[in-house]
């Protein structure tokens, strides 16, 4: 027996009318998914109900000491009709991981995993089903204790919206431009950059608008200690393909562990690349470059998929990537990545889940 109540919702939206107008993040389903936390109850009340705002104590700590996780997911419409997820027990794992970091409760993965399944079977006529659209799922976490000092919430809110979408950016699949940041940091090892924090976002924000002010879509962060080793660009983990090998940064403390990152890896693996995870240098990529060896650059995130990057911009350094075109290597992880994701291609690694 479902451990998932469904209270109906008396009435229902208007639907989007025209799938290639969407944008990202600005319309919500109907239901959303909720359940609690008390150490005494472990998470209970689950339900999936009508899409509302939460009421919060004014005092409560997410508010006051930033104890606030999230993940990004995605669900795809198959050719038979059916709804996909993919690897979505991976983020729910990821999720408890974060929880750990920031002293809260893990995760019920099970029902967690449960719940989304229920929503998604209400919402399923919301998944958009042509190509380049999803929908988008935001599983969140917060502590709710109503106290101001620092300590951590006993009381937890787990939630799950939705949101029907195209493409991340405004460029759709074509080369972004990404500026290189070296005065602020994202992250330090030791820190909360390996998990999704709503602080490490929230400290990004500066250098990300004045990037953007600039005429580039995102910043590529540097390491913290020496202003020197790559780490990932806001919203996305990073990958160099040069003549002999393609490179993306180590996980080192103070990088997310992407989930798309890690398909691909497995991808390029499997293609035959010869795939390193280390350490590198902005001053590496901008020689290599120099010297003809790098030949395309991409990022690889739930939200954007895999993002092409035609210029980066080092303290004025500009270099334009594959004639700021996008890669045959891109283009092709792409589309398997993609065709996996939406069931038009064989997924022999079992990365999809049918709701």
Request: aromatic share 12%.
């Amino acid at each position: 027996m479902s451990k998932v109540t469904i209270k109906k919702a008396p009435t229902l939206k208007k639907k989007y009318e025209d799938p290639n107008k969407l944008l990202f993040g600005e319309l919500y389903t109907d239901y959303m998914f909720t359940m609690r936390y008390l150490p005494e109850k472990g998470w209970h009340d689950a339900q999936v109900k009508p899409y509302q705002n939460i009421s919060l104590d004014p005092a409560s700590l997410v508010f006051h000491y930033g104890q606030e996780i999230f993940e990004g997911m995605k669900a795809y419409v198959s050719p038979e009709g059916e709804p996909l997820l993919f690897r979505p027990q991976d983020n729910f794992k990821r999720m408890s991981n974060s929880a750990q970091r920031l002293k809260m409760p893990p995760l019920d993965e099970k029902l967690a995993l449960e719940g989304l399944i229920e929503l998604l079977k209400i919402e399923k006529d919301w998944i958009p089903d042509i190509e380049g659209t999803s929908l988008y799922i935001r599983p969140t976490m917060i502590a709710v204790d109503p106290y101001l000092g620092l300590k951590p919430s006993q009381e937890y809110l787990f939630y799950i919206i939705m949101c029907p979408v195209g493409a991340y950016y405004a460029a759709g699949f074509n080369p972004v431009k990404i500026y290189v940041e070296d005065k602020y940091v994202r992250a330090v090892p030791g820190g909360t950059g390996n998990v999704k924090a709503g602080g490490n976002y929230a400290a990004s924000l500066l250098a990300s608008s004045t990037a953007r002010d600039k005429g580039y879509s995102q910043v590529l962060w540097l390491d913290a200690k020496e202003r020197k080793y790559v780490e990932e660009v806001g919203a996305m983990n990073i990958f160099f393909r040069f003549k002999d090998e393609v490179v993306t940064p180590a996980l080192s403390g103070s990088i997310l562990p992407g989930i798309t990152r890690k398909s691909i890896i497995q991808l390029l693996k499997d293609e035959g690349y010869s795939v390193a995870e280390r350490p590198i240098s902005i001053d590496e990529i901008f020689d290599r470059y120099k010297k003809g060896d790098l030949l395309e650059v991409f990022g690889t995130g739930t939200a954007a998929v895999i993002a092409p990057v035609g210029i980066l911009n080092w303290n004025d350094d500009i270099i334009e990537i594959n004639d700021n075109k996008t890669g045959e290597l891109t283009l092709k992880m792409f589309k398997t990545l993609t065709g996996i994701q939406a069931g038009t291609l064989e997924d022999k690694y079992g990365w999809s889940y049918k709701v």
